[in-house]
């Protein structure tokens, strides 16, 4: 079973810093899942990788296959960023993901 | 609108009762799943469903059952088995194994027995 870590756990950031968030695995897989929860509980979809580098908007996602690592960077930070971020990677055996415990990020004015 | 749709999104029930938590999706996805959420947990895997007619269990599936008639409808039942059954439960459907799929989720529901 492929174990994730994230860090860090929480990060309070100032509107407009540059914030990188952190995710390794255990076990080599075929793709990287970011998502993003909102308070109300809702979770989206904000990347899928299985190399290289993604880039939507202000985010940007990189992935290190061979040292089974994967980060998440926010550029130009905003308050509305403010969310739980979320790393999975497919849970090997079964079909399904395996999740990290979340960032929870807070951008303030 | 393609989605998927969690009902209810706030659920209460009394010790004891088994409840039926629904999820219908019209993406058009082979696959479903059942996640739970609990407080500083990551998500983990109750049930999924590759396809219609099959299901499979996941990480936690003792005290759950599912069913998988439609291709649309994935709902999970907590059964009084499961011991702890207050949490937020999350659908979510992909067109094909999450090896190379996105996910895309529900709402959620969140259960609280009393």
């Known amino acids: 079973k492929n174990e994730v870590e994230q860090s860090p756990q929480n990060l309070t950031a100032q509107e407009g810093e540059f914030i990188t968030i952190n995710c390794s695995y255990s076990?080599?897989?075929?793709?990287l899942h970011w998502l993003q929860q909102h308070p109300g509980g809702g979770i989206v979809s904000l990347f899928m990788?299985?190399?290289g580098k993604k880039k939507h908007g202000r985010l940007i996602a990189t992935i290190n296959i061979q040292e089974k690592h994967s980060s998440l960077h926010i550029t130009a930070s905003h308050p509305r960023d403010s969310a739980v971020y979320i790393c999975?990677?497919?849970?090997?055996?079964?079909?399904?993901?395996?999740f990290g415990k979340g960032t929870h990020l807070i951008i303030q004015p | 609108d393609g989605g998927i749709t969690q009902s209810p999104k706030y659920l209460f029930r009394k010790e004891g009762q088994n409840v039926t938590l629904s999820c219908e999706q019209n993406?058009?996805?082979?696959?479903m799943y059942w996640y739970r959420q609990d407080p500083g947990q990551g998500l983990r895997l109750i049930y999924y469903?590759?396809?219609?007619?099959?299901?499979q269990k996941g990480d936690i599936a003792e005290g759950y059952s599912v069913s998988r008639e439609k291709k649309e409808s994935f709902p999970l039942t907590v059964t009084s088995a499961q011991k702890n059954p207050t949490a937020f439960y999350l659908c979510?459907?992909?067109?094909?194994?999450?090896?190379?799929?996105?996910?895309?989720f529900g709402p959620g529901t969140r259960l609280t027995v009393l």
């Open positions: 469903s590759q396809i219609v007619n099959d299901f």
């Open positions: 979510a459907s992909s067109a094909g194994p999450s090896s190379y799929n996105e996910q895309f």
């Open positions: 990788l299985s190399s």
């Open positions: 993406l058009n996805h082979d696959a």
């Open positions: 076990v080599g897989i075929s793709a």
């Open positions: 999975a990677v497919p849970g090997g055996g079964a079909d399904g993901l395996t």
